[in-house]
């Protein structure tokens, strides 16, 4: 089945610096892509959804590029803040009728510090 | 917009107790699903349901039951507690077809 490495496992970067997650998934069906983010003692946001046919989605700071060829995700902040902090998913889903299921990647633990 | 509540938000329970989590979800979506997240090992799912009285197996359904009572509820049950189970629950919910999910809050499980 569909496995999802997601790296680094945790990340810290200085405020105003960019911060970059990777995704790599196995499945060539895969065909929808999410990333979410978790603050402590809460549950996922989802931040962004990408379908197959985009290689790239810009919103609010976020930027998500889907390498295909490479079965690649990520995910770059563009200038982080402490706001920020906190841990980020990856998951991703086949087309067709199994697309109830997400696979997610382990998450990378974000800090911007001041 | 809508909302996922769960109840409780932290449950402490015995070894060998029958534990049940509750959800509750007001977008009006099909499919609810319940996930379990351990540190450093991200989500699996425990079970789905696409419909009221639907029951689906995830990846890791073993140990659990699962019930939707109705449309806007999905409650899991851990029929007997342990304390490698320590965990947070979540559960989601999304529209048929559509894998993007949204969650609530979990529920922090410590097994004593």
């Known amino acids: 089945g569909e496995q999802v490495e997601q790296r680094p496992p945790h990340l810290s970067v200085p405020e105003g610096d960019s911060a970059v997650i990777i995704c790599t998934y196995t499945?060539?069906?895969?065909?929808?892509f999410y990333w979410y983010k978790q603050e402590p003692g809460a549950g996922l946001q989802l931040l962004m959804s990408?379908?197959?046919?985009?290689d790239r989605k810009e919103e609010q700071g976020l930027t998500v590029l889907l390498n295909k060829k490479d079965k690649q995700l990520s995910l770059n902040l563009t200038a982080a803040h402490p706001g920020d902090s906190a841990v980020y998913f990856c998951?991703?889903?086949?087309?067709?009728?199994?697309?109830?299921?997400?696979?997610f990647g382990k998450g990378t633990l974000l800090t911007v510090t001041p | 917009g809508g909302i996922i509540t769960q109840t409780p938000k932290f449950l402490i329970g015995q070894e060998g107790q029958k534990l049940t989590l509750k959800c509750q979800q007001n977008?009006?979506?099909?499919?609810m699903y319940w996930y379990r997240q351990d540190s450093g090992k991200g989500l699996r799912l425990i079970y789905y349901?696409?419909?009221?009285?639907?029951?689906q197996k995830g990846d890791l359904s073993e140990g659990y039951d699962a019930s939707r009572e109705k449309k806007s509820s999905f409650s899991l049950t851990v029929t007997s507690a342990q304390k490698n189970e320590m965990a947070v629950f979540l559960c989601?919910?999304?529209?048929?077809?559509?894998?993007?999910?949204?969650f609530g809050p979990g529920t922090r499980l410590t097994v004593l």
């Open positions: 990408v379908f197959s046919n985009v």
């Open positions: 989601a919910s999304s529209t048929t077809g559509n894998a993007e999910q949204f």
């Open positions: 349901s696409i419909t009221e009285n639907d029951l």
């Open positions: 499945d060539s069906a895969t065909a929808y």
């Open positions: 977008f009006n979506h099909d499919t």
């Open positions: 998951a991703v889903s086949a087309s067709g009728g199994s697309n109830y299921k997400l696979t």
